[in-house]
């Protein structure tokens, strides 16, 4: 069966889940093979990676490859690539991710295709651009087929996978290290989930109104036990942290479930949610766009929705 390579995301030597999306799609098509980038591997991570379809895991262990930013990783992919001749290689479409795959297409003369959102026989790629607007399927006609494939687009599905780890030796040259990691902090992560991880979301926008407004939305999060999202209006207005901005500049969710308040739905906003399974809209414009593509729509104050809502969460538990 034709090799897949699938560039592992990890953090404290924990596997992320868009590395188990990206080897469900690797499996669905050949034989993956996980690629660990820098120290940290453990017995842990390899059986997790193992349970979702690796066959392989290559351990390229060096701290070199973490010292310096993205362009050691994108080599590590060089060198695999040409002494495995994989059918294709998959990175998450993250902004690492993004620039990894283009390096990487650079460096083995091929092409890339990002923000895929699904993946079928003969590497034809689900792409979703303009803001999410058209959708269109793509296929590398040059050399290895890179992929770079968006974080929730597709349901992790446990396959298991021999798991065997092969030791990966390699040098990193002058040119990788041009720019250099000097220091790494820790994002306070707090009690919520992980945004793209999240099953559930709720997102505040413009019509939050204040970043004080913003503990409304945090309230029905923490009763819900979801992610908090915003809008850009909301993030750049300074109301909540830019990390937390959902759509086309910022982050992919499709959770189970979005709820979006005070939110208009510009196509911007919707190409980072419209994939949730079930989307609820709170805004007191019934004409606002976000309606179209709303399961549920609730036309009112989000001031007096969503506190009631979050009274009516509690009072179920
Ligand atoms: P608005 O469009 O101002 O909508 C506010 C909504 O709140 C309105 O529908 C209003 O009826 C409602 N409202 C007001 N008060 C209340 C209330 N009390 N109760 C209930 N409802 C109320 N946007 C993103 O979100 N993410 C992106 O990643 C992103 N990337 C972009 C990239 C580019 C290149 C560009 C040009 C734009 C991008 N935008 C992005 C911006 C996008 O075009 C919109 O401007 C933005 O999404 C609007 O945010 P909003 O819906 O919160 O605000």
Redesign the pocket.
Known sequence: MSEILVLVEHVDGEVKKVTLELLTLAKSLGSPSAVWAGPGLTDAATAKLAEYGADKVYNASSQEIVDYVVAPKAELLAQLVSEKSPAGVLVAATAEGKEIAGRLAVKTDSGVITDAVGLSDGFVADQSIF?GGVNVKSKVAKGTPIVAVRPNSTAPVAAAGAGAVEEVAVTVSDAAKAARVVDRVKQEKGARPELTEAAIVV???????SADNFSVIEGLADALGAAVG???????AGWYPHQF???????TVSPQLYI??????????R??MQTAKTIIA????PE???FELADYGIV??????VPQLTQEVSNRK
């Open positions: 803001g997102s505040g926008g413009r019509g939050v109104g915003a809008s850009r209006a909301a993030t750049d901005q959902v759509g086309q500049t910022g982050k979006a308040a005070g939110i208009s739905g510009a196509i911007q906003h190409a980072g709170i805004n007191k414009d606002a766009p976000i009112g104050d989000l001031h007096q929705v």
